[in-house]
């Protein structure tokens, strides 16, 4: 497992399997595997249709199970080092560097590409955060906030992809526990709770 699968791959599981665990075949090297098999089969419906669906497990879940059970259209998700230059975005830390971006859509692949910058993520202000300290966000906190940006635009022509990746992000800050972000660049900017989109 390369380290870049494995940073994307906690930020799912922080995101999504966590509360839900998951009894995992010990087969080997096919361990790891089949520990992410879950996300594709079991969470959507199974592979005889009768497990939980994907969308049910928790908001956030349900914000992106769209992405995920889509056959004609998708997300890739990549790790970049930070200082290099994705999409115009400088990745690396806040408030000089991007944490993470979303491309837009690749109408030839039909993806939006999502980047994670490999290192400290810095903070945001602490007025874009609910406590009023500067706030910090974990890869989970970077991934949601990116795919609701992508499910933005992979589903929603975009209208109001800002406030989607904040309402995404905030889904995940309240399952841990941690402050919520009160807008996108700028407090209030966005509606910040509630339906996602
Ligand atoms: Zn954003």
């Avoid at 998700?77 to 491309?103: E, F, H, K, N, R």
Wanted: hydrophobic share 30%.
């Amino acid at each position: 497992m390369s380290l870049q699968f494995k940073a994307t791959f906690s930020a799912l599981r922080q995101m999504f399997l966590c509360r839900f665990p998951i009894r995992v075949p010990q087969i080997g090297r096919k361990k790891r595997k089949q520990f992410c098999q879950p996300l594709s089969e079991r969470f959507v419906g199974g592979p005889d249709g009768k497990g939980a669906s994907f969308n049910s497990l928790n908001s956030v879940a349900n914000k992106v199970g769209d992405i995920i059970q889509a056959t004609d259209r998708g997300v890739n998700i990549q790790m970049a080092s930070p200082g290099s230059v994705v999409d115009g975005d400088q990745m690396g830390a806040l408030p000089m560097g991007a944490p993470s971006t979303s491309s837009g859509f690749n109408f030839q692949t039909q993806t939006v590409t999502i980047t994670l910058s490999d290192g400290p993520a810095g903070t945001l202000p602490g007025s874009l955060s609910s406590d009023g300290q500067p706030l910090h966000s974990t890869p989970a906190d970077l991934l949601s906030h990116e795919l609701g940006h992508a499910d933005s635009t992979l589903f929603h022509g975009a209208e109001d992809s800002n406030g989607d990746a904040v309402r995404t992000e905030n889904g995940t800050r309240k399952m841990e526990g941690e402050p919520t972000r009160e807008g996108h660049k700028q407090p209030g900017d966005v509606q910040v709770n509630g339906t996602p989109f």
